[in-house]
């Protein structure tokens, strides 16, 4: 479980998240949706740690959590096995609890739940994005977490990569049942995988409901993000 009790954060002055709060239980995934610069991202960092908010509180209901960045950030120098086994090794929360034959099965399994069987030998430049993109997927759930927070998991991949890639985030969903957090701007990952949206605007939660709901709703702001319209309510930070 996750939740976020009214999360304030300032930049420069600037307003980014006032008042901020929503819970995600067990086995569920919201998408959390808005223009570049609504404040997306910055509450993923506060969630999981890597950036402090200015007041509010973040209650987490397990501490094995697992943060898929928007590029792989895989390891150049390390193989596939050794990109995956990574927090195995090195987390003092987990090392030492496995041998290595232990290690060897898990990154195994890991491999096959992200259908990239027999690479644990190759290095990350000799896979395609989308190849990247799910070892990072393994990599990040090598410690089976109970929260998952996704930061734009289809950025930068085809159409079909990217239907790849949210197809293995239903997956996760089942074999885990981890309370996940998804930031993208792409509707198919919110309608596929997402059970509920929160839509951020000037520094708040301006709209939440299901996927169908935002896709049937006549709320201006969620029919412009829908629609991708140039024209309407909302502005980026850069003020377009």
Sequence with gaps: MIEVKNICKKFDNREILKNISFKVESGETVAVVGV???????????????????????????????????????????????????????????KGKYTKEQIKEIVKEKLQLVGLSGIEKNYPNELSGGMQKRVSFARGIVTNPK??????????????????????????????????????????????????????????????????EMLKCDNPYTEQFVKSLKTGPMRTSAGI
């Design 36 to 94: 570049s610069g609504s404040g997306k991202s910055t509450i993923l960092n506060i969630i999981s740690g890597l950036l402090e908010a200015d007041s509010g509180e973040i209650i987490l209901g397990d501490d094995n959590l697992a943060m898929l960045f928007q590029y792989s950030a895989l390891f150049d120098s390390l193989n596939i096995a050794d990109n995956i086994s990574f927090a195995l090794d090195e987390n003092e929360k987990f």
């Design 147 to 212: 929260i998952i927070l996704y930061d734009e998991p289809t950025a930068g991949l085809d159409p079909i990569s990217s239907t790849v890639i949210e197809d293995y985030m239903q997956v996760l969903k089942r074999e885990l049942k981890a309370a996940s957090i998804v930031v993208t701007h792409q509707m198919s990952t919110i309608t596929r995988t997402a059970d509920r949206v929160i839509m951020l605007y000037n520094a708040n939660i301006l709209w939440q409901g299901t996927p169908e």
